[in-house]
């Protein structure tokens, strides 16, 4: 049986690797062709009459090229466009037979390639990572029973109850129509209207203005099916389930000052992330952790597992962690893969099964539809990352694009071709659907147990750290405050004060009004024309549970600096050995280490060591690190003092509650040329609050695995 701690090591996922080497083209030693094989004898000049002459229509080698360029963009997805992407392996730690019979979940033996796309929602293809958005976290297994589809986001519930009402939510959190404004941000007026009237948006409303949407990294966020499927064993029992994805590197975000100043430095800087640690084989991994709940439970919650606007507590139900995903090799190519690739959580494996979660079902058909147009035909499995590996037999044929070559004939039953392919057994592997009993009367509408849309926010809200709920006020506030229509804001702080009367007062000072005592009717929108508008009333169940700690990142592990990334800052005549010393200390946890000077090359050491610099003040900033180092050395202080660029490093690294140490002089120049020195009279060894004087690594390493030290928000505010 594979272990649980069994550190990454760097398998290599054969079976995928083979299926799509067999499509690569490197074109090394090769000549240069045209798409016809043609052997291209000048790609530097069009054909011309004359030298000086116009260029000739005759010019096929031109055609060919700038033609096959014109085409070379396809639609963007038209929710998730922005995304980066990593193959790896799914290892399953032991076997979950008793819940289903799902291959690739049954033997511990069996490891399994992967393909997992991350992704933003609202942005365009080429959007900063660091919107305030919901993250998409899409896993494609490639099984021996067919490809699986884990199609997933990093927050666990989700905007609206009903399939019928998604094109709704993403015209209104797009830019807007007239002018196309804002790019990749929820912050304007047709997004917050269409909340305000959306009650049941109010539990993942809380999620997206948390710092879970605001990701240090993809590698250091959860993930979730969001859904409640079902698992089902070879003898047709079934129980529902929940999959989450544990990061091992725990669940860190950064802060929206960051955030936003990210977005100008560094604007891929999550793909940059993704692709670097991968590079470097700091290989991400993420634990696969079920919630099941038996048949018999299906009613005993005080909500509907059937609604994706309601998590699972894990206080009520525990997650059990079953596997492991390793993502450790970087595509090849962006477009063949990561632009190509078609998730679909219509993509099952025997042994996983739908319920009538009424978002999921509407999920259902979209997904098919949406790459017939954005791949541009119905043959888009054939794609080679979108190929399973267990092969693909059926009647089905030609359309655009078909690369494989079918013989014989095509249609089902048949004598001529010995009536292959033949349908598969449930014992042979052949997908059967849970025979769940539906003997209903057709009806448009929606299940009194989906009516309470506050309980689970509030719940949400309860379980946040005192400076979550603070960045989630300041959210709220931002948001808000972009918003031009008076009555949206209004509306809005009616729907927050129904979730914490506090926290709707703390948001209403900022937007200079009050809460309104009574919500402005309509209320709720996703009630039916001929319902009664005015009826409506917030339902609100009183559940015993009023915090969980699974909710907040506060309670996640901190216990790794690995791959942190620390910056030196340094001039000539720099403590060397404290440089050499600390960089070496920190590198030896995982940590990627880079010295920053005024200019690149070597700077000179007082023992006259020649350190390479990796970066000057020109491009990089606080907001690219995790914490930062001034190490001593008095002519090196002397210059850095002098550095306006490097007192306002220091100063944003302290104010977004970064750990710094520093040693000898450094801590000197800290007292006396930051805002540090504003706030804080140290004495040169003390440790406080993630600023670490007395240059001693150990203590620095402490503090970085610690992420952020949020109580330096308190009072303190720092003008960088
Ligand atoms: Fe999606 N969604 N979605 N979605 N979704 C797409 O499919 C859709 C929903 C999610 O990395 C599209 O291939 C509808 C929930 C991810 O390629 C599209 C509804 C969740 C990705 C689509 C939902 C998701 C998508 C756009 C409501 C979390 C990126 C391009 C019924 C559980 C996949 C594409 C990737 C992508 C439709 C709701 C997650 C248009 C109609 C809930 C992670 O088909």
Not at 12 to 32: H, P, W
Not at 350 to 365: C, K, V
Not at 385 to 401: C, E, T, Y
Request: hydrophobic residues 35%.
């Amino acid at each position: 049986m594979a272990k649980k701690n069994d550190s990454a090591k760097p398998k290599i996922n054969n079976k995928k690797v083979n299926d799509l080497s067999k499509n690569t083209e490197t074109g090394e030693g090769q000549f240069l062709t045209t798409n016809q094989g043609l052997k291209i004898n000048d790609n530097q000049n069009s054909l011309k009459a004359g030298e000086r002459g116009s260029t000739l229509l005759e010019d096929f080698i031109l055609r060919e090229k700038i033609t096959h360029f014109d085409h070379e963009r396809i639609p963007e997805r038209i929710v998730h466009a922005r995304g980066s992407a990593a193959h790896g392996f799914f290892q399953l730690y032991e076997s979950i037979a008793q819940y289903t019979k799902a291959g690739f979940l049954n033997d511990t033996s069996v490891t399994t390639p992967v393909f997992v796309r991350f992704s933003t929602v609202a942005g365009s293809r080429g959007s900063s990572d660091l919107a305030r958005d919901v993250r998409g976290f899409s896993v494609k297994f490639y099984t021996e029973q067919g490809n699986y589809d884990l199609v997933g986001n990093n927050m666990p519930v989700f905007f609206i109850q009903d399939a019928i009402k998604f094109p709704d939510l993403i015209h209104a959190v797009k830019p807007e129509p007239h002018n196309e404004i804002p790019q990749a941000a929820s912050a304007h007026d047709t997004f917050w209207d269409f909340i305000s009237l959306m009650p049941e948006s109010m539990h993942m409303i809380m999620w997206a203005m948390s710092d879970r949407a605001l990701p240090r990294s993809l590698r250091m966020m959860e993930g979730f099916g969001v859904h409640t499927f079902r698992l089902i064993n070879e003898n047709n029992k079934s129980v529902f389930v929940k999959f989450h994805w544990k990061p091992l590197l725990g669940i860190h975000s950064v802060v929206w000052d960051e955030a936003q100043k990210i977005s100008g430095k560094d604007s891929d800087f999550h793909r940059r992330d993704l692709w670097e640690a991968i590079d470097k084989g700091a290989f991400p991994e993420w634990e696969l952790g079920l919630q099941i709940v038996e048949e018999k439970d299906e009613f005993k919650f005080d909500f509907d597992l059937l609604d994706p606007t309601k998590l699972i507590p894990e206080e009520l139900v525990p997650v059990k962690i079953i596997g492991k995903l390793t993502l450790n090799r970087n595509p090849d190519n962006f477009f063949a893969e990561t632009e190509q690739v078609a998730f679909h959580p219509g993509h099952l494996v025997p042994g996983i099964d739908f319920t009538n979660d009424p978002l999921l079902q509407g999920r259902l058909f979209s997904y098919t539809d949406t790459q017939l147009s954005r791949l541009g035909s119905p043959n888009f499995h054939e794609i080679p990352i979108n190929r399973p590996l267990s092969g693909v037999h059926n009647n089905q044929r030609d359309g655009h694009m078909r690369q494989t070559i079918n013989t014989g004939n095509s249609y089902d039953p048949n004598t001529t071709s010995g009536g292959c392919p033949f349908q598969a057994k449930a014992v042979d592997g052949g997908f059967t659907s849970y025979n769940e009993r539906i003997d209903e009367r057709k009806i448009r509408g929606r299940s009194k147990s989906f009516f309470d849309h506050f309980s689970q926010a509030t719940l949400f809200y309860n379980s946040q750290s005192e400076a979550e709920k603070n960045h989630l006020t300041d959210a709220f506030r931002f948001e808000l405050s972009k918003v031009e229509a008076p009555a949206i804001r209004e509306r809005m702080l009616g729907l927050i004060s129904q979730v914490d009367k506090n926290l709707a007062m703390n948001i209403a000072v900022t937007l200079g009004i009050s809460v309104p005592k009574t919500p402005k009717q309509p209320m709720n929108m996703s009630i039916p024309a001929d319902g009664n508008v005015k009826k409506f009333q917030p339902v609100k169940v009183n559940s015993t549970l009023s915090s969980s700690a699974a909710l907040s990142m506060a309670s996640t592990i901190k216990n790794t600096i690995k791959t942190r990334q620390i910056a030196i800052l340094a001039g000539n005549g720099v403590d060397d050995v404290s440089l050499t010393k600390m960089k070496t200390d920190l590198e030896a946890e995982g940590a990627v280490v880079k010295v920053i000077a005024a200019q690149l090359g070597y700077i000179k050491g007082i023992s006259k060591m020649d350190i390479k610099v990796d970066l000057n003040f020109i491009t990089a900033s606080s907001v690219l690190f995790d914490a930062v180092y001034i190490p001593g050395g008095a002519k090196s202080i002397a210059s850095l003092k002098q550095e306006p660029d490097v007192i306002n490093f220091i100063n944003e690294a302290y104010k977004h509650c970064k750990p710094i140490a520093a040693d000898a002089e450094g801590a000197e120049m800290l007292q006396t040329s930051t805002e540090i020195g504003m706030h804080y009279k140290h004495g040169k060894n003390e440790i406080m609050q993630g600023i670490v004087l007395n240059g001693k690594s150990l203590d620095f390493i402490k503090a970085i695995a610690k992420h952020r030290f949020w109580e330096r928000e308190k009072g303190n505010k720092i003008p960088a």
